[in-house]
Structure formats: structure tokens, C-alpha cells
């Protein structure tokens, strides 16, 4: 289980000092690593909420407060975000256009709103009253309705298939100009393929007693929200406010811009002024990237000795570990336990915020900030310049080598600065390569 600690009401920097309670690592701790993701499937994604905004000014009130454009006639569904008046994250989003759909219940009770614009907002599941509230603040006189959608009307699904896709696929409808993206053999399909990484697959939103399905009306093999959620970590995609912090992010520190979240060519929306100035100037000097932990202490017999010095070593690519040795002799439970222990020994549960510094500085200067991970994978904010190879403007260098090592190491249980936890960045292929570019 992915268990992201809670941020509200702590600051950031007080994140990396604070100890954490026993019970909550232990919680952690107990928990098994997810298995590898499987090659396709559809995850129903229960950490997300839905709002519905309806009305003929729907689409100009969204138009002003997201950073993505909201054309008119709009069908297909967009990642976008909220932010705030100073330029920083509030929440990032999809967007969803209704189409008018006949296929599905609807979403709000008067008749006369049917032919309105409707659109249906995703969320962080723990955010959504939030949002609701800052969409009435902004709502004024404007003709819409808002709703927060029950738990139980509707649900949101991410579903991918590795080498292709064909779940929800059909020819274009020259009567309706609507195109295989928003349409299925059923009716108009609320969605839009993920645009943040390649291969993230499609965002689908159905009502609760419907189930994804492919061409041939077939169910897609449905896995849990851990496979989902490794899956998006390891292309480096971050999602909700556990990672993307509320009120105190950049949208390029959190690749807002290099998901397809941010449209620059737009006109003025809340937050814009920043986000523009930081977008021609280019310097962006940070951004969550994947990392991967290596190096982690701990007490294994000396016949382990060789596999030790091999996991001490920075790893080349990020690869995901679930791999732990088990007595095959022993019996299941007995194996369960021992295979828990070990991965309790080699992944412990790090603090959020936590700092990371190269190894060898006595005063471990922050290069970075752990965000969140699942054994040995995980997102961090990361210092381009320090732990990267990435060029920055003016070709600005902290003197960055390949050979440079990092770490983290934070306060145990025991109330004692346990040895460091070695931690190698790793810049996702749909990442540009030179930062001094803009786009």
C-alpha cells in the first residue's frame, strides 16, 4: 500500500527535521512492495475525486483559472492545474468535457442544464473541498453550477496497454466530427489519453457500475492502485498534493510544462505573470525527478558480503527491486515473515522532505528534497546543476561528476542519525535534454 504522509499545516523544511511517530513507520514498514506493473490494465483510481461545472460560462470561468486552454468546442479531456495568485500550485488536474452525453446518467438534475456545457474535474481525492471552495470563491456571477460527485456515482480508471492500445478505440463519427479518442462502440467516452509521459496509457471516467472495456468488448484485467502508482514513478510523472505541494510548488519544478499542463501562447489566467517570466527567462534550477536508493545499510551475514558490495554500487538505470531471498523450506507464513523483514531491512520509510547532499560534505548543503518512493524507487526535487549532467543558461555548472555520489539520512526511531541512504537521480527520456532551450 501507498501510504503518502499527510502535508497539511507543516512546512516543507520542517518536513526534513521532523520525526516521524513509530506507529506511522511501522504502518509503513509492514507493508509488502507492490509486484512489478503488469504490461497492461486498468487501475480504478480510489485516491481521486470528481467535480462537475456546468453552464454556458463554464468554459470562460475555467479558461481564466487553468493553465491549460479550454477551446471552445472543446471534446476531449486535458491535464491542466490551479494555481495561485503568486504563481504556485494549488492542484493539478484533468479536465473532462461531457460531450452531452445520452450514454450516462447525468450529472446534475435540471433538465434545462443538459444542453449546458458540462465539464467534470479530477482531483486529489483529499483536495476536493478544497478546490470546491476556491471554485466558489472565483464563481461570482458567473452562470454555472458546481457539485462535488459522490464516491459511489463515478469513478476515474487509468488504463494502458504496453505496445499498442486498444481499449475504447473506434472510427471517427462523420455525423458528430468527434474522433476515436472520445468515442467507443457505446456512445461518447468522458477520458482523454494521458498526455504527462509516453506510455502512461488513458484517463477514463465511467459511472461506478461500469468497468473499462477494449474493442471487442472485452473487460481489460483490472490490477490495484500500487501497480498504477509504481508504474507513474518510475516514468518519473508526479500526481496529487503528496508530491506536488500544495501552495508552495512551481509548476515547472513540477514538469507542469513538460507534461503538456502548461499552454504558454494562452491569455491571462490566475497565476500566469511567473509562470510566463519563468518560462522566457529559462531558469528553472530544479525539478522532480526518479530516483533510485542503493547503498542501504545493514546487517547481513558475511555469505551475502559479494551482493552487498554489488548494491552498494549506483545503478546504471532505474530498475524497481521486489526481489527478496526466501528459505523455500520453510513454511508459507514463515517465508512471508522473512520476506517482509528483509525488504524492512533494505527499504526503510524516509521522512518527506528530507534532504539530500553529496556525500563527502561535511556541512550537507541541500541538493535536493526526497518527495515519496516504494522500495527502492521514488521521486525527489532535485538541483539540475548538482545532480544532473543536465546544461542550464549561461552553461552553469556546481561542478557536477558522474562519479559524484548523494545521500540522505534522517532520525530513527531511536532518536539517532542513522547512516546515510545513497540516492542516484535519473532523467526520464521524455525530459529534454538541454534546459537553456525554452519551448
Known sequence: ?????????????CLARRTYSTSLRREAQRSRLPARPPPSGAARLVNRRLIALNGYDAPHFLQGLTTNNIRPGQTTGLYSAFLTAQGRVLNDIFIYPTLQSDSYPPLFQSSSRS???????????????????????????????????????????????????????????????????????????????????PGMGRRIVLPSDRKPENEHGEQVDEVDLDAYSLRRLLKGVPEGQAEIFRETALPQESNIDYMGGIDF?????????????????????????????????SSSSASQQSEEDDS???????????????????SQQEQQEQQEQQQQQQWPAIPTGTNIFRLGDAKRRSTGKWIRGVGNVGLALCRLEAMTDLKLPGGRSAGFSPDQEFGMEWVGEDGKMGSPVKVKAFIPNWHPRDESKGD
Open 312 to 330: 552498494a554500487r549506483a545503478p546504471l538505470k532505474l530498475q524497481y527491486n521486489d526481489d527478496v531471498d526466501v528459505d523455500d523450506d520453510n
Open 115 to 197: 444542453e449546458e456545457p458540462t465539464f467534470i474535474i479530477e482531483v486529489d481525492g483529499s483536495e476536493a473541498s478544497k478546490l470546491l471552495s476556491h471554485l466558489k470563491r472565483y464563481k461570482l456571477r458567473a452562470k454555472i453550477a458546481i457539485r462535488l460527485l459522490e464516491e459511489s456515482e463515478w469513478n476515474v480508471w487509468s488504463v494502458w496497454k504496453e505496445g499498442g492500445w486498444t481499449a475504447y478505440q473506434a472510427p471517427s463519427s462523420p455525423s458528430t466530427g468527434s474522433s476515436a479518442d472520445n468515442r467507443d462502440n457505446g456512445g461518447i467516452i468522458i477520458g482523454c489519453t494521458d498526455p504527462r509521459a
Open 265 to 297: 501562447r494562452k491569455g491571462c489566467y490566475v497565476g500566469q505573470e511567473l509562470t510566463i517570466r519563468t518560462h522566457h527567462t529559462g531558469v528553472v534550477r530544479k525539478r522532480i525527478l526518479p530516483v533510485q536508493l542503493y547503498g542501504v545499510p
Open 1 to 13: 500500500m501507498i501510504s503518502p504522509f499527510p502535508l497539511n499545516s507543516i512546512c516543507v523544511r
